[in-house]
């Protein structure tokens, strides 16, 4: 192990060691996270900002006497960092109060004293909570004596920002750990990211010119994901003699997870890309975008699965009076076409939410990778949210593949779950295109689980998953990779009505809507008995008995008429958009005459309720019958079975005898 990564890990193994030493009979071990993240920043910080700490005094002073209200860009300028403390205190001074109350209100103005984003940390970590309980036990002098101790050098001379990000991140990883239970919800496997971080570079790593580039994620979690994607970027460009600068966006609901996405960007010296991140519980993605109108060059997420979204549609409006540009769009000629979801899982929003900040007017347009669980790929019928969301984004030619995940490869569920990557600059060979790879089988066991996870995507595995999507239909293990063009994930929904047909109805008059409810409610069905007509079209009409009109006589003339329709008999098919027409004039007449007219004389198709529907199955595409037994094999097992019956019935006969 290099000496960077030993020294990591010992400061690591230090800290944690505070933790049992300080807060074991005041908490439990899972809430350690609570005292030990925070105060980790603090720390940190406090000895970043110790070279500057008079400038900052005297800088706050003059400001003060000048009437300055605005201050935190002088202070910034005057710390010579992104954040600074004007409290007048360090932990240094600090650790020398011996009186627990005086301390607790010496910490405190200490903590007012920082600029307002470490403020935001500190009010999302929810830190001030813990003071009255490290008070009482007389625990805070202890930490903070332990977190000044020589041997573990928080400071930039004995850890540069990277390094300090590194140990940041690992103790986060260590507290996920012992909470397996939540770490799925805020934190995405690094194997995972890594996977989607090349799915979404390494196709066009090549093309990627020098510049500057914004990342957005908009469920973020912890941010593991963009300074995942920020390093691979980086590292693929530098590769090539590219030049290339980033800016991290982002935005998380979970107070925690956003105070530790912060503080993260902040330890690693990036305090305006912390600038750049939004959370705490005021900030639903859904319903309250704090990047409305802007675009991004990569976008990658982890939404929530299965995660209730009520609350955001009702803030909205509800889910029919939605107006939100995100979710109602125009498409196929509905300028209200409809992207809102089931309020029980709003997976998909989160997906339509990041393609509505695609870059429109640049050379390389937006490459987006998410991760989702397999209901994305089916629930929702036919003109409902996720198959109109389905539709939406492979009618418009945006979706490159979809990956299947090893199961068992997240913390809190071994359900199984799928990448996405979308791109509105697909290449020429894979437009009109959609690539499925089932990558299921590429994974490597881990030696203990990590809560569900059990397995993890090596760097070996990724490169299998990249090889089969960059080779594309050029991929020899079809049971690996198959290609389809867009429409064969379509399919129109047809709804097949029958006449109504009451015993002693006159097959020759028009019935009025009140009679005819008087007919459905006193009379008598019978499929021999004349259909009910509810309607005469003007003589100019033509008859199409495909779609529900008819040649009847009416007050002695031939007119085209309508029956009423039989809702006890009404049904419904899916007619595969890529149904052959044969001799008739589309897949659905050809699909109804074949399917339905044999079966149901007198049938026809109500066009006004057709609807088009998208789904993916994977199942269907890569399913693998077992094979048969073979007729030897099958005549063994009974052969054997009837020799231990044999032996059975003589022992029996045996013992009677």
């Known amino acids: 192990m290099p000496s960077t990564q030993i020294n990591h890990a010992r400061i690591v193994a230090l800290i944690w060691g505070i933790a049992d030493d300080v807060l074991r009979d005041l908490y439990v071990r899972g809430k350690y996270r609570d005292v030990i993240l925070p105060f980790t920043v603090l720390r940190r910080l406090d000895s970043v900002l110790g070279p500057t700490r008079d400038a900052v005094m005297a800088m706050k002073k003059m400001l003060d006497e000048a009437g300055i209200a605005d201050q935190d860009a002088p202070l910034r300028d005057a710390a010579k960092q992104d954040f600074y403390n004007t409290s007048g205190f360090s932990l240094q001074e600090l650790r020398h109060t011996s009186n627990s109350t005086r301390l607790r209100q010496n910490f405190e103005a200490y903590l007012d004293g920082f600029s307002p984003n470490v403020q935001d940390i500190i009010d999302n970590f929810e830190f001030r909570n813990q003071l009255p309980r490290l008070t009482k036990a007389d625990a805070l002098g202890a930490l903070i004596e332990k977190f000044l101790a020589p041997d573990l050098d928080l400071s930039p001379r004995g850890l540069d920002n990277h390094g300090m990000g590194t140990v940041f991140e690992e103790l986060v990883r260590r507290f996920n750990e012992e909470n397996n239970e939540e770490a799925g919800e805020h934190w995405t496997p690094r194997d995972a990211v890594r996977l989607m971080t090349r799915l979404m570079f390494e196709p066009i790593a090549d093309g990627i010119p020098s510049g500057t580039y914004r990342l957005y994620d908009g469920a973020m979690g912890t941010g593991g994901m963009l300074t995942v994607a920020e390093e691979t970027l980086k590292h693929l460009t530098e590769a090539s003699g590219k030049r290339v600068s980033t800016h991290l966006y982002g935005q998380e609901i979970n107070a925690e997870t956003y105070a530790i996405a912060k503080a993260d960007l902040i330890l690693k010296g990036d305090g305006k890309a912390a600038d750049n991140i939004v959370g705490g519980p005021e900030y639903s993605t859904l319903s309250n975008d704090a990047f409305a109108g802007q675009e991004f060059d990569f976008m990658l ?357």
């Open 301 to 657: 997420s982890n939404p929530p699965y299965g995660k209730s979204w009520k609350t955001d549609q009702d803030r909205l409006g509800g889910a029919k009076k939605i107006i939100d540009p995100r979710f109602i769009v125009t498409h196929h000629g509905d300028s209200e076409y409809s992207l809102v979801t089931r309020s029980s899982d709003g997976q998909l929003m989160f997906l339509a939410n990041l393609i509505s900040k695609m870059k429109q007017e640049t050379e390389l347009g937006t490459r987006i990778a998410s991760v989702h669980n397999g209901s994305s790929l089916f629930t929702g019928d036919a003109g409902q949210g996720e198959s109109n969301i389905r539709r939406w984004i492979i009618e418009n030619d945006w979706l490159e593949a979809i990956v299947a995940l090893p199961l068992k490869m997240f913390y809190n569920t071994g359900i199984a779950t799928y990448v996405w990557v979308l791109s509105n600059r697909k290449e020429q060979r894979r437009k009109g295109k959609v690539q499925l790879i089932d990558a299921t089988g590429w994974f490597t066991p881990l030696r203990k689980n990590l809560g569900e996870k059990g397995v993890e995507v090596s760097t070996t595995d990724a490169d299998k998953v990249l090889e089969a999507f960059m080779t594309f239909d050029q991929y020899e293990d079809t049971d690996r990779s198959k290609v389809f063009d867009d429409a064969e994930f379509g399919y129109q929904k047809i709804t097949v009505e029958r006449p109504l047909r009451i015993v002693g109805v006159d097959p020759n008059r028009v019935y009025t809507a009140k009679e005819i409810k008087q007919l459905k409610e006193e009379g008598v069905r019978d499929e021999t008995a004349p259909a009910v007509i509810k309607k005469a079209l003007p003589y100019t009409a033509i008859a199409d008995a495909l779609h529900g009109r008819y040649e009847a006589v009416i007050d002695g003339r031939t007119r085209v008429v309508e029956y009423e329709p039989d809702t006890e008999l009404r049904d419904t098919e899916r007619v595969p958009l890529t149904e052959p027409a044969g001799d008739c004039a589309d897949g659905v007449e050809a699909f109804f005459r074949r399917e339905v007219l044999p079966y149901a004389p007198g049938a026809w198709i109500d066009e006004s309720k057709t609807k088009i529907g998208y789904e993916i199955s994977f199942t269907r595409h890569f399913y693998k019958p077992a094979p048969m037994r073979t007729l030897a094999e099958i005549q063994a097992d009974i052969r054997a079975l009837e020799a231990e019956t044999d032996d059975l019935i003589a022992e029996i006969a045996g013992g009677e005898a």
